[in-house]
């Protein structure tokens, strides 16, 4: 396939702008259909143009960039910054994770009385 001047393979793409840490993980998000080009899911060898939107789901998050420049190379983060602009919602924030219950180093298994008042305070 004759690729044309002004595109890239999307996950190239991906990966080049460092959306994501690794060209493969580019790869395997797109035949997950986690990526989506102007609304439809795409192959990892879709091109894409200055001007089209993205949409990634990775790592519990969805951004939404828009193509402002295509890169083939991996390039510095202040590069990669200027090859999009950023659309996506803010991410959340770190109070409104649920607390994790932790018991002391050492202290071994539960009984049986401590993993009901666990469930409890849980409201399970």
């Known amino acids: 396939m004759a690729e044309e001047e002004g595109t890239a393979r999307v996950d ?5 702008v460092r959306l994501v840490k690794t060209r493969s993980l580019a790869a395997a998000a797109c035949r997950a259909g ?5 609304g439809e899911r795409v192959k990892p060898a ?6 089209d ?8 998050r969805e951004r939404i960039v828009v193509v402002s420049r ?3 190379k991996r390039v510095g983060a202040a590069v990669a910054v200027e090859a999009y602009v950023d659309n996506s919602p803010p991410p959340p924030a770190p109070h409104e994770e649920l607390p994790v219950a932790q018991r002391e180093r050492g202290a071994g298994r539960p009984t049986k009385r401590e993993r009901r008042e666990l469930d409890r305070l849980r409201g399970l």
């Open 12 to 16: 190239s793409w991906i990966w080049s």
């Open 70 to 72: 295509i890169v083939r």
């Open 46 to 51: 879709h091109p894409v143009r200055v001007g």
């Open 53 to 60: 939107q993205v949409r990634l789901r990775h790592a519990g």
């Open 34 to 38: 986690h990526v989506r080009v102007n």
